[in-house]
Each structure stands twice: as C-alpha cells, then as structure tokens.
C-alpha cells in the first residue's frame, strides 16, 4: 500500500515536473517567438510627442498656435498629484505595485465577462500597457498583440522609473476635441491650467480616455457625469480625497467650455493674420514643416501688436477709399436661397455655414449679413451675430449707397450676402447701417527697424479671411521709380555727387522689341539738372542716362548686393524699376540708406527656443561691450558693437538720404507726407499706374507701401505712389513716431558741407539762403567740379527721330539764375513699357 501511495505521488510528482517543465518551455517558447522582434523599448527614452508650436509676442502673449496634434507637454513634476491620482483610479489602480501587467485585474476581467456571457467586456490594459500599445505597437485587438504588449510592459518597468511611464501616457493619450495629454484637454473643456483644476475636473478627465466621443459635457452629459462621479468614487476608495471632497464633487455641475461656463481659450487668440502667417511659413522653411508643427517651439515675434493694427487700418482704408471711388458694386458674390428668408432660423443657419471674411474691423466690425428685401429706399437685412432692436433697425438707406454707379435695383436682389457695419455719429451714436465690401484692389505694407531688422509691422492685403497671399512677401511687382535710389547710389558711390550735372532731354533707344522713347511724367523736358532735383522730380530721363554713364552693370550689381534682386536684368529700361521684386526685399534694401549702409537682415522673428528651452535661433547677434556692468556713467548706455557688413559708402548713405529727404520736403511725396521729425523716401508709379508704391524712413524705422491688382491693370490716369501710398505711410508712421520716437539722421563725421544751388547745381557762398539753397555732403578732399554735364552718350543730333520731334515746338524759360533757355514742349509716348514714371 505504501509502495503504490509512493509511486502515486511520484507519478503525479513527475507528471506535474514534465508540465511545469513544458510549460514553462511552452511559455518561453512563446516569449521568445513574440518577443524576438519587438520594437526597442529604449526608443521611449528619446521620445519626443507631437507637440503645439507657439508664437508670442515681445510681451509674452501668445498670438498664434500651430499643430497637427493639440499637445501641451508637461513633465512629470509638473502635473499635480490629483491628475495623476484621478487618472490611475480610472485606468490602474495598482500601478505603483504592479511589474508590467495586473494578472489578477485579467483574471477579473476573464471571470466578468464569462458570467455576462460577453456583455460586460472591459478591458485590463494597464497604464503601462497602454504606454506600449501606444506608442511601440498597433491598436489591434489580438492575443498576439496582448502577448506583445505584456513582454514589453514588463521590459519597460525594469528599465524605466514609475514617474517616466505615467508622464509618457499622461502626455500622450487622445481626451477627444483635437486634444492630447492632460494640460491640452484641460485648457479645451476649462481653460484651466492643470494646477486648476478641481477634483471633479480632474476626474472627468479621467474618465475619458476609453470613450472621448461619448462622453460629451454637453451632448452627452448623463454619460459624462457618470463617468465622472464613477472615477470620484473610485479616487475616495483608493484614499485619494476624502469623503466630504468626494460627495462635494460629485453633486457639482459639470461646467465646461463646450457648455459656456467658461470662455474658450481661442477666443483670447487675435484671429491669425498676414504676420504669423509668414512666420509659419519661412520657420518651415527653416526647420521643416514637421519640426515646425510637431516640435513645440516656443517663438518670440517681432510683431509690435498695436502698430500692426495700424498699419492694416491705414492699408485697408486706402483700398476702401479707392474701391468706393470707382462707383462698383460687387459684395460678396454669394446668395442665400430666396425661400430661407422667410424663417429668421433659417437664414441664420444659412449665413452661418457660407465662407466668408468676419475678421474684418476698419471703423467697426464688418458683419456678413443678408439681404431681405429691397424697397424703394431702403434695404431690409438680417446681419449675423445681432439681434435687431429699435434702436438699431435693421436697415440700409438709399442714402448710404449714393457712391454706387447704376440703378439702385440693379445692384441688389434679396437673397444678396453683403457686409454690413454700424455707422456711428460724432458722438458715437448709431446712425444706421452701413454696406462695405471687399476691394477689388490689392495691396501690401510692411514696416520695420532700420538698425536691427525687426519687422513691427506686416498687412498682405486687404483681409487674410479673405485671401491668404501675402503680397508683402509673395507679390513680385515692378517697383517703377521707387527702384531709383539704387542708381543713384551707384552714381555717388562712383564719384558723382547731389549737384552733379546730368542732361534731361529726350532719348531714343532701338531695342529688339522695337524702339523705346521714355519719357518723363510730364511730358516735358527740363536740360541740365542736378541730380538731387533729378531724384527729388523723378526725372526718368536724368536717370536713364545716369545709368548709361555708370553702365547698367553697375546698377544691377548695387541692386543684387542690396537685395532688391537676385539677378537683374541688364538693360536700361531697368533703371526705371521694370524688373520685379517684392516689397519684403524693397524695404529691407532701403534700410541700409537710413543706417548708413550697413547690412540688414528683414525678420519677423527674435528668437526660437525647442520643447526644451533651449534658444535654437537668435536673430540678433550684436555684441554688448557694456551688459554685465552693474552701473554705467550717468548720461551713457550701452555700447552695442555691430559686426555687420558695409554695403555702400556711409557719406554715399548720407548723401542719398538727404536727397530722399527732398522728395518728401519737396518732391513727389510732399502733397501727402507731413510728418513733425525729418523723413525721406520715395515714390514710385509704374507704366500706366498699374502699381503705386512709396517707400519712407525716419532715423529709426522703415516702411513701405504698394498697391495695384493681383492681375495687374491700370489704377487710373490720376493714380500715383504719393497719392495712394503716401497717405497710408503718413497715417501709419504718425502713430510709430509716437510711440518710438525719431530725430535727426546721422552726419558721418568727416562730412564736407557746401552750398549748392539745388536748380542750377552751383556753388554758393557759405552764408547764402533762400527756398533755392541745400547743404550738400561732400567727401573730404573731395573739391566739387562743377559746370560739368553728363548726358550718358546720348547725343541730342538731329537725327534722333524723337529729338526731331520734340524740337518742333519749342519754348523759352527762366533757370533758377535768371537766365534764359530754350526746352522742347513734349515727348511722345514710346511703345516698350519702361517699368517706372514717377
């Protein structure tokens, strides 16, 4: 009997042996068959989530996000002990004790689902599990896939601190609304941050990872309060709150941003524009578009938000005050169906669903709007976002429309989307409303410091909902007479000076495209002619031959080192701005004249720091000598020493900015800038006025101005740069001027001043005066010629058909010295567009 007990359990001892032998074999078989090709757990130490790209301003507001995933990453330290608690009671309550896996969770899990015969199916993934399933293995719902994810949890957990794996999961799980991890969800549902956040908040987050579409605050709010109280008790079993904390919590409301409780974090974002626009789109140049979505990039602008919004202001009235000129109703170009009128509801919810402008707020916020009927005087509409009152009928008079061309029943028909604003009185009273629309008419401005390259200010047209191009950056146009500063700074740069002589009269050139007869603005020619009255009148003449004195090479040389082109075109028709360029490379260039021709740098961008902190771009790298004193001598500041390079001659720098100066003081720009500190500049039309242009600085900062349509057509016989732009740079640099001041350009110190004649280019004596004298710079050593003429090879003989021409009808007149000379009355128009007039 003993023996067959003993060979019993024997047996049954070496039975249980072979099996735990094969199963363990078994086992290892299975580890080492799914586990052989697995994914490097070692990957997650170098993680790096997707995370959001912001850019604030120079006072740390934020004024633009960009991402593909809406992540905020938030290290482990950082996320407060309720987060962290209210997740691990809803998804793992033994995750501090457990090595990977919870077996008894499954073994729960198993028996639940078999005693509900399959209706009660949950899931026993640990937080760590999930960690791996996220990010190292597909969603798949396998026993493969589980098998997978247990070898490498475990994996993990020897290889990584607690802390890590639940700030890996934390910062990556989808909560639903575009929002990943813990400190994005809890800006999208309360615009909190996670130090906020309320128990409750905290668990209703919680409660979302396994169903985010159905736990809605709002449309789904029975579901989410569910969840959300079922994680409150799970969180008061597991001794994270206490009792009076967890029934506070429980019985609370769920307030949300999605129910209106809070405000929407994005409503505090300005709406995106031209500026940040054109960040995202040179920083993804730069750093690639997926480091520029993804790589949570912290970047400080240049942007000055409050001049920014006077520079699309000044822009956008100057295209509204041209449009409205021009007597042409277009408005939106969209309808609502005539049969949705009828029902307030339903032309509501139509006007809502149609793309249009709603960022729009020149003299009061434009709303889109419908209109209802037409009468015989009056428009009836319905105008999105307001409620009609007494005091503000919803009504256009036929007076408000009197600037419109045809028939007031031709212009409108019920139906019609239009703009509409509040037209006020002088006290601010509501008069009535008002129709706008969106100009045809296009435009770009940009402003910026001349020392440091900080771009303060950028409009790319009239609307970014409107349109997106940004022709400040993007738009290549013909420059016309704005691109004269650079010929002459090639011809001071090569020994000419402001009272040089140079020959207006007419020219005839043979060209492959046929004969080419510029001609100046005014039709007339004026004989030798200083070169400042040359620049100041923008004779097109003086500075054809100017450049055919110097050669065209040399133009284009100036022009590519300034950066107003990459490569120029060598003919002399270019000489009047006929190549085309952008208005970014045109104000950068005319920055180097107003510091004294030193290289610059245009950006829209201080600095760019990683995820990390750490400053992965500087703009700015001058040196400052004197920073790390403690206390400087009173009266001093620092001493900023520049390493820029010198492109041009700061007395040739001096020479062209006083000459500019003449433009606004008395040249083409005076009838329209008048500002109180010394400005210059230049303006710039181009044939038959399809695009105006004026480009201006002070002593601080540049800015530019162009305006034309994006298919180029004629502005108008009257149109020009200081009529159209002039207004737009005067408007804009009046506030920059308050608010940064300006003063007196600077003299190089080893300037040579003498009077000068600015009509007839002679020497006066020291103590003369009058409207007729200028102190002009000259370079030391550097005595003056004078009674000489350059006509840059164009002899005036008779047999230039153009000459000929002109000569038919000739006219005397009095030079600024009281002497007589005899001119020709008119040119001819040529027949090869010559890019600028004046």
Known sequence: ??????????????????????????????????????????????????????????????????????????????????????????????????????????????????????????????????????????????????????????????????????????????????????????????????????????????????????????????????????????????????????????????????????????????????????????????????????????????????????????????????????????????????????????????????????????????????????????????????????????????????????????????????????????DGNFEHWSLRQVPEVQGGFMAMDVNTGRVIAMQGGFSYEHSVFNRATQAQRQPGSSFKPFVYAAALDSGYSPATIIVDAPITINTPQGTWRPRNSSNQFYGPTPMRTGIERSRNLMTIRLAQEISIDTVGRYAERFGVYEKMNRVLAASLGSDETTLFKMVAAYAMFANGGERVEPTLVDRVQDRYGHTVYRHDQRTCLDCDQTSLPAGDGPRIMSNRDRVMNEITAYQLTSMMQGVVDRGTASGTVNLPVPIAGKTGTTNDAKDVWFIGFSSNIVAGCYIGYDTPRTLGSGASGGGFCGPVFNRFMGEAIEKYGSGSFRVPANCQFINIDRFSGSRLPDDASGENVVRECFRPGEEPLFGIMFDGGFAMAADLPLFDEAQAVQRQVTTSTGESATVGDKATFGTLSSGGLY
């Open 1 to 426: 009997m003993l023996r067959f007990i003993l060979s019993f359990f024997g047996g049954l001892f070496t039975l249980l042996t072979l099996g735990a032998i094969m199963g363990g074999l078994a086992i290892g078989g299975v580890l080492y068959m799914y586990g052989r090709d697995l994914p490097s757990y070692e990957t997650l130490s170098q993680y790096t989530p997707k995370t959001i790209s912001r850019i604030y301003s120079g006072e740390g507001q934020i004024i633009d996000e960009f991402a593909v995933e809406r992540r905020l990453f938030t290290p482990a330290e950082e996320i407060p002990d309720i987060v962290k608690q209210a997740f691990i009671s809803a998804e793992d309550k033994n995750f501090y004790e457990h090595g990977g896996y919870d077996a008894m969770g499954m073994v729960s899990a198993f028996v639940d689902a078999v005693e509900s015969r399959g209706e009660n199916v949950r899931g026993a993934s640990t937080i760590t599990q999930q960690v791996m399933k996220n990010f190292l293995l597909d969603g798949s719902r396998s026993v493969e896939r589980k098998i997978k994810e247990i070898i490498l949890a475990v994996r993990i957990e020897g290889a990584m601190p607690k802390e890590r794996i639940l700030e890996l999961y934390l910062n990556e799980i989808f909560l639903g609304q575009n929002s990943f991890g813990v400190t994005a969800a809890a800006l999208t549902y309360f615009n909190k941050p996670l130090t906020a956040l309320t128990a409750g908040e905290a668990a209703y987050l919680a409660s979302l990872p396994k169903a985010p579409s159905n736990r809605h605050p709002v449309d789904d709010r029975e579901a989410a309060v569910f969840w959300r109280n079922n994680t409150l008790r799970e969180m008061y079993e597991n001794g994270y709150i206490d009792r009076t904390t967890y029934e506070t919590e429980r019985d609370a409301p769920l307030l949300s941003v999605q129910g209106g409780d809070y405000e929407d974090f994005r409503e505090s974002l300005p709406e995106r524009d031209y500026f940040t626009d054109e960040i995202r789109r040179q920083l993804s140049q730069n750093f690639g578009e997926e480091e520029f979505f993804s790589g949570g990039l912290s970047i400080r602008a240049t942007i000055d938000p409050e001049l920014q919004v006077t520079a699309a202001h000044s822009l956008q009235r100057a295209l509204e005050d041209y449009d409205r000129a021009q007597g042409d109703w277009r408005g939106t170009e969209l309808t609502i169906p005539q049969e949705a009128l009828a029902s307030e509801e339903d032309w509501r919810a139509a006007l809502g669903g149609l793309r249009v402008p709603r960022n729009i707020d020149l003299d009061g916020q434009w709303y889109p709007a419908v209109i209802r009927e037409v009468a015989e005087n009056t428009l009836t509409i319905g105008v999105e976002g307001v409620e009609e009152t007494e005091a503000e009928p919803f009504v256009v008079p036929r007076v408000d429309i009197r600037w419109l061309a045809g028939d007031f029943f031709d212009n409108f028909t019920p139906g019609d989307v239009v703009h509409v604003r509040r037209l006020l009185d002088s």
